[in-house]
């Protein structure tokens, strides 16, 4: 069974940094793009960034982009989401997302990570 | 950029009734990139439907999706006590609102 175990989350001033990870497992993690989608309090579903499966592309919601930076390291399975400049409507659970091959559909989530952005 | 919009905010409905949920495009879309999600509170989304119409691995046949160009819809044929839940739709980067189907 594909797994996705999101980690970094936690409480942060405004304007400061985090880095979230999502471990990867029971998968060819190389062979698929992944993303990023975050939920704020109450509120709907948001797209925030992509990556595809070699790295070489990265792709970035107009909310994030300049401040957020995605990468990942298939020697560990392991895909990342470097957050710089967060402000208090970047507060939200981030979730990764294993991409349906060829499409930006995701059909495995992890449980998410909380991210808190507050004086 | 495309705007998703979902009908009706919330679907109050009793244990073996009928759900038909409606997502609207902005503007015509590709079918292969229309997708809907199950979530219930505190639990990640589930993909139920992709490419319009296709369900995803372990989706129960109750569950089933239509449409093409700018109007989709996810069909419940009979609810069951786990499938109240908020529904999402999705487009390439984009999300509809949601629609909550609550018990009545």
Do not use: H
Request: proline content about 4%.
């Amino acid at each position: 069974e594909v797994q996705l175990l999101e980690s970094g989350g936690g409480l942060v001033q405004p304007g400061g940094s985090l880095r979230l990870s999502c471990a990867a497992s029971q998968f060819t993690f190389s062979t698929y793009a992944m993303s990023w989608v975050r939920q704020a309090p109450g509120k709907g579903l948001e797209w925030v960034s992509a990556i595809t499966g070699n790295g070489g592309s990265t792709f970035y919601a107009d909310s994030v982009k300049g401040r957020f930076t995605t990468s990942r390291d298939n020697s560990k399975n392991t895909l990342f989401l470097q957050m710089n400049g967060l402000r208090a409507e970047d507060t939200a659970v981030y979730y990764c997302a294993q991409q349906l091959s060829g499409y930006r559909i995701f059909e495995t989530w992890g449980q998410g990570t909380q991210v808190t952005v507050s004086s | 950029e495309i705007v998703l919009t979902q009908s009706p905010g919330t679907l109050s409905l009793s244990p073996g009734e009928r759900a038909t949920l409606s997502c609207r495009a902005s503007q015509s879309i590709n079918n292969n990139y229309l997708a809907w999600y199950q979530q219930k509170p505190g639990q990640p989304p589930r993909l139920l439907i992709y490419g319009a119409s296709s369900r995803a691995t372990g989706i129960p046949d109750r569950f089933s999706g239509s449409g093409s160009g700018t109007d989709f819809t996810l069909t419940i044929s009979r609810l069951e006590p786990e499938d109240f839940a908020v529904y999402y739709c999705q487009q390439y980067d984009t999300f509809g609102g949601g629609t909550k189907v609550e018990i009545k």
